[in-house]
């Protein structure tokens, strides 16, 4: 199965990779379904909605400020970095990403497709203010503050800069997601459930147009059925074994 992966890998001319938080899952980020922890009380797909944010903003800002914190510590696996590595191959184009983490491009993904946001980033309910509260230094005093985050600007209440259920995806990422799986002759996807959609077309778009889809993935998902090759395993220890054939097949 891994050789037959590797040979489907090497043979590409326009492979792009497809995650989701299983990929994140050996970097101890947990992943929304089959969830189990600290969140037991509160299921993360009705916390993850603007009528919860409504209804109870404090439960809402402490489940995120909860996995801010959690993110910003973790670590990119070797899944992150395989897929990093074969973009400098010049093997992978891109990484159509459903997560909200920065993992890829601490790894060295240089071409990563956010289409659910990014967990770092914060915005304004009513005004059209936005931060980077990793990039502007206050991630840290963000996460200390105990009452609800106002914006800067206009004093309104901020909110994740994350797609919650119900939303819209932004529409350039979107855009550019689909017509990258419409030129892609292979894709990864790895770590994904594959029931959210528009997200989960993705793999089924590249099969439309004549592409592979190889699957990662501990359990059979939504998108095994349509999966060329299915490797069921953690991310991180299949993407290692698998980048070893690669390097060889490669190197000769
Ligand atoms: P899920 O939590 O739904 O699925 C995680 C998938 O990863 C499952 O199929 C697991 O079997 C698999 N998995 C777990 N550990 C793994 C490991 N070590 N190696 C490989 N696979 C592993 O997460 P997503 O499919 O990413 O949306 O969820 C999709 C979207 O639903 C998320 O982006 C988020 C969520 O609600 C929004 O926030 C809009
Ligand atoms: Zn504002």
């Not at 910003?72 to 184009?93: F, Q, S, T």
């Not at 990563?112 to 509260?133: D, M, P, Q």
């Amino acid at each position: 199965m891994l050789e037959e992966a590797a040979k489907l890998v090497v043979k590409s001319r326009f492979a792009i990779a497809f995650t989701g938080a299983g990929i994140s899952a050996e970097s101890g980020v947990p992943t929304f379904r089959g969830f189990n922890g600290l969140w037991k009380k509160h299921r993360p797909e009705e916390l993850a909605t603007p009528e919860a944010f409504e209804k109870d903003p404090h439960l809402v800002w402490s489940f995120y400020k909860w996995r801010m914190d959690l993110i910003r510590k973790a670590r990119p696996n070797p899944a992150h970095y395989a897929l990093a590595e074969l973009e400098r191959m010049g093997i992978l184009k891109a990484v159509v990403m459903q997560n909200v983490d920065d993992l890829h491009r601490e790894a060295g993904s240089r071409n990563v497709v956010e289409l659910h946001g990014n967990i770092f980033r914060v915005r304004c309910t009513s005004c059209s203010y936005k931060e980077n509260l990793k990039e502007s230094g206050r991630l840290e005093a963000f996460l200390a503050e105990r009452d609800l985050p106002k914006c800067p600007r206009c004093g309104s209440l901020l909110r994740p800069d994350v797609v919650w259920f119900g939303e819209p995806l932004p529409r350039k990422a979107l855009e550019e997601a689909f017509k990258l799986a419409e030129t892609a002759d292979l894709v990864l996807v790895i770590g994904t459930s594959g029931v959210v959609y528009p997200a989960a077309y993705i793999p089924q778009i590249v099969k439309e147009h004549g592409g592979k889809v190889i699957e990662v993935n501990t359990e059979r998902s939504g998108i095994t059925p349509i999966a060329d090759l299915f490797i069921r395993g953690r991310a991180g220890e299949v993407m290692e074994r698998l980048m070893e054939k690669v390097r060889v097949m490669l190197n000769g």
